[in-house]
């Protein structure tokens, strides 16, 4: 409907005021693009293969749109530089690859306690270490989610094409708000670099940051409303709310009580829950040919996309294959993983790893349906065929 | 979750300024922190009630990073280190925002120094106080950059072999464009600097040699008592003007003291930012 509209313009010459538009843009194009559509104003960042572009372009379009780009002396100031910016009442967002995330994960701990929120781009490369600079990986996906030390949860989205990465910044910078938290955009090298159309709406949803209902000697910054998990309205620094922003355990005025475990109890199990307990609310997927489906590709970013081809082939070779694609990757959807193994006898989980999002599938499945990984290693993408004999050897 | 209520005792400046409800303070008697918060609390006050509410606080970890939480301001009680990248962002952001860094010599000079230098690079208009206390006092008395040689603290139990780091130097070569170096005797002096400091348009370093009468009495001095610490800062500190005229000899073991530099001929790093924002906006004026 919306290509014959575009095709329409096209033919008669003349744009329509339409509200959406069809162009040809590569990944990380799409993710600045929809940064600054999302109300991203600051962005501070350390080039790094192959997260650069994004600094790069960000460095090119943020102050065109009255925005702060920052190429600070590492990736402990870029991410340390995020929470000020943030706590200054700006959208904030860096990105950077493995090395980078590995020194930002004690900033993103303090962003945790801190619910301060803020976008973390991790275009992801094989590691460990400087490892293999130019090639894609999945290496990552636990390191988000447990890496910063303590307990805390988190939200980490994975683009699976070039229009994913659009969307899900925008969902990324959405949440951030929402819940008050760093989010992850859980890239690899493929999809940054990845040509596709993309189709630019304009009538997103845009999640504003929400100020303070109360006036600042009755307002708690970090006080939820009674039975949910997260203060929503944050103040900005400089309006009078004197806000304690800090790094040490504390109440929900901010005050520092970094001796009582009842607090503490309090503060640490009100994060994890404003995560995990909104699961439901967090968590998104996509079905592909479920519908009649034995067995279950569930799949994230660039796999998923040999994993559509996989299961086309392997319903011509007779077995009723559908496929999942975890648009959110933590928090972890339980629930659904479940669902999933009683409706199906098997799963298959390709990753560019050495097989790790496959252990919270199993888990999740609770027995209910064999649970088989698919790991690739070293910068290979799957093959569809790499999937298809997976699929063949659940089949039988 | 209700308000903890103040005690009565507190000082005028303490109710005008200070979160009293959480005094007492944490510090140890004697600390050197105390006579600092009340510098800078005297410094904003002389300078106007309206700078208080424009002030921001950024802090590290270490004793030197409690020095604001106990301010009725907002305040960042950041990581150990990572002050300065968060002043830089929240200046940046907010250029009419007053905003005060503090920090311990560990804090600044190990872990942060890397932030340090480029902070002062970019000349960026934040006013950083330094705490040095000669060593790591939070963690329970180490060696920092910044202990005299020989000294035995826990972890130079066979004496300190570490060369020294001289923060005025380090500053004036990375393009600081103020420093000013005082102990916590010279009270008047280190409040009237950070006066200065704040009113200076770039990156104003204030450096305050503080005693940590628990740790670096025990350790250097040889007695925990703050009383000795401070007539021992009184006799062995030298003006900066007859620093000059003594030899290097003459000076092992002094504490220059006084207003090293104060340049205008770098610009400030949040006008240049906000500068080219306006002219990638095509906005002129
Ligand atoms: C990344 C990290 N490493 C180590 C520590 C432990 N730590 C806390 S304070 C401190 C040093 C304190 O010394 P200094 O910065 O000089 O401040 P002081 O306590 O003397 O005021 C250290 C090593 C930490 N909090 N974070």
């Given at each position: 409907m919306y290509f014959l509209a575009s095709c329409l313009v096209r033919i008669l010459g003349r744009s329509f005021p339409l509200k959406k538009e069809k162009k040809l843009m590569i990944g990380y194009d799409a993710v600045t693009d929809a940064a600054i559509l999302a109300g991203c104003r600051f962005f501070a960042g350390y080039p790094i293969t192959p997260a650069t572009e994004i600094a790069e372009r960000m460095a090119e379009k943020l102050p065109k749109s009255g925005g702060i780009f920052l190429q600070m002396e590492d990736e402990l100031a870029s991410i340390n530089s995020l929470i000020g910016a943030s706590w200054a009442g700006f959208k904030a967002m860096t990105a950077t690859s493995g090395p980078g995330l590995s020194l930002m994960m004690e900033g993103l701990g303090y962003a945790v306690l801190s619910e301060t929120p803020m976008v973390i781009v991790d275009v992801q490369r094989v590691?460990?270490?400087?490892?293999?600079?130019t090639y894609p990986s999945q290496g990552d996906v636990c390191q988000v989610r447990w890496?910063?030390?303590g307990d805390y949860s988190i939200i980490a989205i994975a683009p699976a094409s070039v229009q994913d990465s659009f969307d899900y910044t925008i969902m990324a910078f959405n949440y951030a708000e929402l819940y008050r938290t760093p989010v992850i955009l859980l890239m690899d090298e493929v999809i940054a670099h990845l040509r596709e159309p993309l189709i630019v709406r304009e009538d997103v949803e845009i999640v504003k940051r929400k100020r303070p209902s109360m006036p600042p000697e009755e307002f708690m910054p970090f006080m939820p409303k009674?039975?949910?998990?997260?203060?929503?309205e944050m103040p900005a620094l400089?309006?009078?709310?004197?806000?304690i922003v800090e790094s040490t355990m504390h109440d929900e005025l901010g005050?520092?009580?970094?001796?009582s475990h009842e607090v503490g109890s309090r503060t640490i199990a009100r994060l994890w829950n404003k995560i995990e307990k909104n699961v439901e609310k967090i968590a998104k997927e996509e079905f592909y040919?479920?519908?009649?489906?034995?067995i279950a590709v569930v799949s994230y970013g660039c796999p998923f996309r040999s994993a559509i081809n996989a299961a086309k082939t392997a319903r011509k070779e007779g077995i009723n294959v559908g496929v999942v694609k975890?648009?959110?990757?933590?928090?972890?959807h339980d629930s659904m993983i479940e669902k999933l193994a009683e409706k199906v006898k098997a799963i298959v989980v390709p990753e560019?790893?050495?097989?790790?999002?496959v252990r919270e599938v199993a888990r999740a499945a609770k027995g209910k349906a064999k649970v088989l990984g698919v790991p690739k290693l070293a910068g290979q993408m799957h093959t569809p065929e790499d999937i298809l004999v997976a699929i063949r050897s659940v089949a039988r | 979750m209700v308000r903890r209520s103040p005690p009565d005792f507190a000082h005028y400046l303490a109710k005008k300024?200070?979160?009293?409800?959480?005094?007492?303070?944490?510090?140890?008697?004697?600390?050197g922190l105390g006579i600092i918060e009340r510098a800078i609390i005297m410094a904003i006050d002389e300078l106007g009630k309206d700078l208080w509410e424009r002030t921001v606080f950024v802090s590290g970890i270490?004793?030197?990073?409690?020095?604001?939480?106990?301010?009725k301001c907002d305040v960042l009680h950041t990581l150990h280190g990572r002050a300065l990248p968060i002043a830089t962002a929240i200046k940046v952001c907010r250029p009419e925002l007053n905003v005060v860094v503090t920090m311990g010599d560990g804090d600044s000079m190990a872990i942060g120094g890397n932030h340090l230098i480029h902070a002062a690079r970019r000349n960026i208009d934040l006013t950083v106080v330094v705490a040095n206390n000669?060593?790591?006092?939070?963690?329970?008395g180490q060696v920092a950059p910044t202990t005299p040689q020989n000294v035995y603290t826990n972890t130079t139990p066979y004496g300190n072999f570490e060369p020294n780091f001289n923060l005025m130097e380090l500053m004036k070569a990375a393009g600081a464009t103020y420093f000013a170096r005082w102990t916590t005797w010279h009270f008047v002096q280190l409040k009237n600097s950070i006066k200065k400091a704040m009113e200076h348009r770039g990156f104003a370093v204030v450096e305050v040699v503080s005693q940590c009468p628990t740790y670096a009495g025990r350790?250097?001095?040889?007695?925990?008592d703050p009383r000795d610490f401070m007539e021992w800062f009184k006799e062995n500190s030298v003006p900066v003007e007859k620093s000059k005229e003594m030899s290097e000899e003459e000076l092992q073991g002094k504490i220059v003291v006084g207003e090293f530099f104060k340049r205008s001929d770098r610009r400030e790093f949040a006008e240049k930012v906000h500068t080219l924002i306006r002219a990638a906006r095509g906005d002129s004026g």
């Open positions: 590691g460990p270490s400087t490892g293999m600079v890496g910063s030390h009674p039975g949910e998990y997260v203060q929503r400089g309006e009078g709310y004197k806000v005050y520092r009580e970094s001796e040919f479920m519908e009649d489906a034995e975890m648009i959110t990757i933590w928090p972890f560019m790893n050495m097989s790790k999002i | 300024y200070m979160r009293t409800e959480m005094l007492p303070t944490a510090f140890c008697p004697g600390c270490g004793c030197s990073g409690w020095i604001p939480v106990y301010f000669m060593l790591y006092s939070l963690t329970g350790y250097i001095l040889g007695k925990p």
